[in-house]
């Protein structure tokens, strides 16, 4: 996450925007790929996921390094403008999660009110997405939020 090396992938607003909208992208096919494989006995999407996987990581690293570690790092290690930016992250994660909840609960109902789709038919699925997004939510957030870095000469003043 310190490494410097890696600053040139995340240095700038537009970079860090489009390293969270490939992460999201990887995500969605991660988990389409995989409820794929719970849904259909196709043996090629698990080289597919298997495939996701390592750019997902790259991306996931990317993100860390760009929040410089703020949900990673024990709360002891962190200053108290990172506390405050980590709680900032954290409630408005929060407060997009319970808002993909009611659309989710709504789309479920409406699929089951309409006859589309039983509801326990989208029970598995839906749970792995929503999980999957509560757990990656934060981070997505933190991604979007984080400021550009002072210039090292203007540290000095």
Not at 49 to 77: D, F, K, S, Y
Request: charged share 20%.
């Amino acid at each position: 996450m310190n490494n410097r090396e890696a600053d040139a992938l995340y240095a700038t607003v537009a970079r860090r925007r489009a390293a969270v909208a490939i992460h999201v992208v990887l995500t969605v096919a991660s988990v389409a790929t995989g409820i794929g494989m719970y849904v259909t006995d196709r043996g090629w999407l698990a080289i597919a996921l298997i495939a996701l996987i390592l750019p997902w990581c790259v991306a996931t690293g990317v993100i860390n390094g760009a929040t410089r570690g703020l949900l990673e790092l024990r709360t002891h290690v962190l200053d108290e403008r990172q506390l405050a930016e980590r709680d900032r992250v954290r409630a408005r994660a929060n407060r997009l999660t319970t808002y993909l909840l009611a659309g989710t609960v709504l789309g479920v109902a409406a699929c089951d009110w309409t006859g589309q789709v039983r509801a326990g038919n989208l029970l598995v699925p839906v749970l792995v997405a929503v999980f999957i997004t509560h757990w990656l939510m934060p981070m997505w957030v933190a991604g979007l939020a984080a400021r550009d870095e002072p210039e090292e000469g203007l540290e000095a003043l």
